[in-house]
């Protein structure tokens, strides 16, 4: 097992720089999914624009701002806003960059929807702003169903599968993000076969999670972790043979560090400031996107204040930052002291952690369990089993 356990331990000092700005256009989602972590999804609440420049400037002006970054629109249905807020919003970004003297700042953005609401104006909207797009599916019909419903009960499935078609038509690439429960554990086939046969071939599985409002998970227990393993061998295997490589991220990561002999002495996700969150109302936070707005009787609040009151450099020096980086590195400690996988996953997602056991100081989570040490495993396996038949293709990172 490839670890990067050594005597001077993880680097915990080092903030940013930002390299993730996720932001709730709109709290509302027109989908209620029974694992959604967000609260009140059904209010909509809408970022304004007004703030853009602000949060520009709370960017730009702090010591973490490097030489990349994207902005994500994301945390419920951005879609449900109108093409022209996007339009408006692209505009401010980029007259801010160039009042700012950023310019040369390498900058791309991007949005996460479930696709629903994708018609040829959107694919439009899409190009002109340069929007990279995400789309959210689980896969067959009655496995994303299952989960993926309107309020009313009924099924996203037929219309997501229309925007994909629309996005297929209009000639606008696409990753995907596919939530794993346990009605597709018996099913790697037909899941590769989707995703095959619908022209989805950059892939991330997000194993569901106890996070937020989903206070359980139907992915949990050594009963599960075995049936996901074999899910996965499956998965790999049907790429392999078929001709046609769907990439899954958590392989592409992993083979990424091996290939490049490297590995993690921290990650973004427990690293301050390199992701910044910010809700629909101003209100920020760093480490973890779903940590954002959420309120515990051992932390109070993740969110660290508002960008119309607080700077991000100001933010490190209140009382609740310190107490939530002390835990996050005590967390992440103990993963390195405890875990021969740390190298590859740099000490574990502080969200994962505070839901699971309750507080960030804490190691290992069913969702290092599915996201790290399976994948890992699998991957091993195959590679001691010599050349495949057809390696899946590597993507590079974007």
Request: aromatic residues 10%.
């Amino acid at each position: 097992m490839i670890s990067s356990t050594t005597a001077t331990g993880p680097n915990l000092s080092r903030f940013g720089p930002i390299g993730l700005v996720v932001v709730q256009s709109t709290s509302l989602c027109n989908l209620d999914c029974s694992y959604c972590y967000l609260p009140d999804r059904q209010k909509k609440r809408v970022f304004d624009l007004d703030m853009l420049p602000l949060l520009m400037q709370r960017i730009l002006e702090s010591p973490y701002a490097g030489p990349e970054f994207s902005l994500v629109w994301h945390a419920g249905e951005p879609l449900t806003l109108p093409t022209s807020w996007y339009d408006q919003a692209t505009e401010i970004i980029y007259r801010s960059l160039d009042r700012f003297g950023a310019q040369d700042i390498q900058f791309d953005q991007h949005v996460q929807t479930n696709a629903t609401l994708i018609n040829d104006a959107w694919c439009d909207c899409f190009h002109r702003n340069r929007l990279i797009v995400g789309i959210s599916v689980d896969g067959p019909e009655d496995i994303h169903d299952a989960h993926r419903r309107f309020r009313n009960g009924r099924g996203s499935h037929a219309l997501a599968m229309k925007g994909i078609e629309t996005l297929h038509r209009n000639d606008v690439h696409f990753h995907c993000i596919s939530v794993l429960t346990a009605e597709a554990m018996e099913q790697p086939e037909r899941m590769y076969r989707f995703f095959r046969d619908h022209g989805i071939n950059d892939v991330g599985f997000n194993v569901e999670e106890q996070e937020g409002i989903n206070t359980s998970s139907s992915m949990q227990g050594a009963d599960m972790e075995a049936k996901y393993r074999d899910f996965l061998r499956a998965f790999w295997r049907l790429s392999e043979q078929d001709g046609y490589p769907v990439i899954l991220r958590e392989f592409d990561q992993v083979i990424s560090l091996i290939q490049g002999n490297q590995r993690m002495t921290q990650n973004e996700l427990n690293r301050p400031f390199s992701i910044l969150s910010v809700d629909s109302q101003g209100n920020f936070s760093t480490f973890d996107p779903e940590l954002l707005s959420v309120a515990s009787d051992r932390y109070g609040s993740f969110n660290l204040g508002n960008i119309r009151d607080l700077s991000l450099l100001d933010s490190t020096q209140t009382p609740r930052f310190r107490q939530l980086m002390d835990d996050m590195n005590a967390g992440v400690d103990r993963c390195h002291d405890g875990c021969e996988y740390f190298g590859l996953c740099g000490g574990g997602n502080g969200s994962n952690k505070f839901w699971e056991h309750g507080t960030l100081a804490s190691s290992e989570t069913n969702a290092c369990r599915f996201g790290t040490q399976i994948p890992v495993q699998v991957l091993l396996e195959r590679f001691e089993e010599g050349p495949p038949l057809q390696q899946p293709a590597i993507k590079q990172a974007v």
